[in-house]
């Protein structure tokens, strides 16, 4: 049995690994103007200390270390040279920074994650009317740039989720449906290890354990900004599996949740029984082409926008334009970043303004929705460095013969 | 296989069961001196049309009906009276109100759920410097009173979960850790039918599929504000199971999601193999009455605070106040209101100001942790009758044991 009396270190990182982040974001913050800023989101209090806890993380240009802020668990403790204050509300924040000689003034937010009335209720507490800075955009450019810890995180993320894949042709029953196919992935996923919340920044996009896509449901449009729709199975969570029962000779499209150490890997691949119809396996290996091209322009410098054209040519050049990226409806992406959520930064679309840098962490996606065949594609993790994107999850590309 | 090629209707609800919750909304603007509101969150929408799609109502006390503002899918289509603008952003409502000589001053936006920086875009938009009414508290007050057609779908649910729960002592095998126990649960749920996703409001909580807890795991506190803790199996997710193996004697705590049709129940039960230790039985056996007392009080008309108040009098005449809701912490409530989401209105805690009405649903978790033997106790989901709470999780109140 596990220790549950101890006491936890606030910082699970180490001094340098925080720093390491901190150093990107107080960067980000000089060429931003920003002072100051105060952190509160579960996603960004994971990124700096390596641990969720509901609290506070006030940063400022002038403080070697984050003053932590917390509100609960109680069991979390301070070592030597860090400062942890215990509070009830946010209100007594303003106090204790102004007792140890620390302005308030000019904090930024995270105005982009942060409900309104919460923002104005901080900012009222460090005598702000309004807040006037926002830090939403520094601490995304920061995590998109992942330390080689994170990327060590990443990699485990991708050798498990390949073990599940490289184990779903065996789940498979004839006569099975999307959904009844889809608990048996998410059961093999968990006990390998997936701690199954699928972590998606904003609050637009909602997702239970991933997307299990079959026949004609995959050109059903969803509301949500996911690259593939499907209806659902209920009006109240419109995208993925319908209980359309698995046809012999059509692909089963599986992109199913890949968050392992609390850094989630992105991988899609098709299964199919019987004979799969030739169209589908043409569009797999045009979906593969396409990663292999893209992630070999996957330098530091490469433009975002280039990768998106270069995969809209391929896709247009095979006769596959109608069908790229959906049918009915259309996502307007071929990629993104990821790591502790699914949407990260950068965006590999027609209109990204998104610079690739050394560190990045890319999920590469392009799929094909083919009206009378279904959703056909790949989709792979890749970390971009200086020769171009190496991929994480190394599963067989070609669809896999379900048992 | 379903039809995936349909145009939908964009209110599912049908114009009676629609208008029986706009008028409670607008009752609300009322008493709120509120004359419009823009309603765009994914629970209020599919409050408000039965379905979940990204765009915004814009509901006013001088219409009869919603304007529909739709952004995706493009598949949603009006019936006669309805009408509906398709658009890209939420820059071009106000266009289409002043078309139609709508005013757009004084709108009121979902200020605790929509973050800064979309509330300040949405106000811009509309010709507002900054946000002047919230419509959150009004769209809270209405949803906690369900309507017969709301019932039913938690009647639903209900019944669902008690099935599944009943299924449990069979899921288990010996030498299982809480997480395992909890995948083949999970398993269980999702076959039932199952939504898996567990919609939480507000941005602090997470978690996955629910809360399985066992041990000394029990006595962990966390970040969130479950009413029981428990590690987690990463620092990612710090809740529930953590790899505890299922020793004989000692209750397993399960706690796990009733989301079946877009409308939760919530439901725990205590199990065990071999023969439960005589003080978790007495504990279940309190909580059991705990719940009686409670239900039996829950009529329309009575205070939130007064059942807390009951509640935490019977444990401390039972010698239990130590360990009522938590030992190393307490949880500060012992029921909550839920329906789309797992945190609605009333609260029952000791400050609560909440009176309840005909129609609230309120699960109530008396609930104990009791050193060296763990979290014990139930958790029922009662509807508010003129006579009581009627309970719709009925499955059998004592530790069921394991096969």
């Not at 180490?14 to 150093?23: F, P, S, T, V």
């Not at 009830?88 to 309104?116: F, M, Q, W």
């Not at 593939?228 to 692909?251: H, K, Q």
């Amino acid at each position: 049995m596990k220790e549950a009396n101890d006491f936890l270190q606030i910082n699970l990182l180490g001094d340098k690994e925080q720093a390491l982040r901190l150093n990107r974001i107080y960067n980000g913050m000089r060429a931003a103007g920003i002072e100051a800023a105060i952190v509160h989101s579960n996603s960004n209090i994971y990124y700096l200390t390596g641990r969720v806890f509901r609290g506070y993380l006030f940063l400022s240009l002038t403080l070697s270390a984050p003053i932590y802020f917390v509100r609960q668990p109680s069991t979390l403790r301070s070592r030597a040279g860090e400062t942890v204050y215990r509070i009830r509300k946010p209100e007594e924040i303003a106090g204790h920074l102004c007792a140890d000689n620390i302005s308030t003034a000019n904090v930024a937010l995270e105005l982009n994650t942060t409900s309104y009335t919460e923002t104005m209720r901080i900012a009222h507490a460090l005598g702000m009317e309004f807040p006037q800075y926002d830090i939403s955009g520094v601490l995304r450019a920061a995590r998109s740039v992942k330390t080689p810890a994170e990327l060590h995180m990443l990699e485990i993320s991708g050798e498990k989720q390949t073990l599940v894949y490289e184990r779903i042709p065996h789940l498979y029953q004839e006569g099975m449906s999307d959904i009844e196919f889809q608990i048996e992935i998410e059961r093999a996923s968990r006990l390998e290890g997936c701690l199954g919340l699928f972590r998606i920044g904003g609050q637009e996009m909602e997702l239970f354990m991933g997307n299990v896509l079959t026949g004609e449901n995959a050109d059903t449009p969803s509301p949500y900004d996911f690259a593939m729709g499907g209806a659902g199975a209920d009006p109240s969570l419109p995208v993925g599996a319908n209980g359309t029962i698995i046809r012999p000779g059509y692909p089963v499209m599986v992109d199913v949740n890949g968050n392992y150490t609390g850094y989630m890997t992105d991988m899609t691949r098709c299964f199919y029984s019987g004979e799969l119809k030739e169209e589908a396996q043409k569009a797999n290996s045009l979906s593969s082409e396409i990663c292999d091209s893209l992630s070999a322009m996957m330098v530091p410098g490469a433009k975002a926008s280039d990768l998106y054209m270069q995969a809209l040519k391929m896709a247009e050049e095979a006769g596959m334009a109608d069908f790229f990226m959906g049918h009915r409806s259309h996502a307007g992406f071929v990629g993104h970043g990821l790591g502790i959520e699914i949407n990260e930064a950068p965006v590999i679309a027609p209109r990204s303004k998104d610079i690739l840098s050394e560190g990045n962490v890319i999920a590469l996606e392009p799929k094909f929705v083919i009206p009378g065949i279904g959703a056909v594609g790949i989709e792979n993790t890749y970390i971009v460095e200086s020769n171009g994107g190496r991929c994480i999850t190394n599963a067989p590309s070609r669809p896999m013969q379900l048992d």
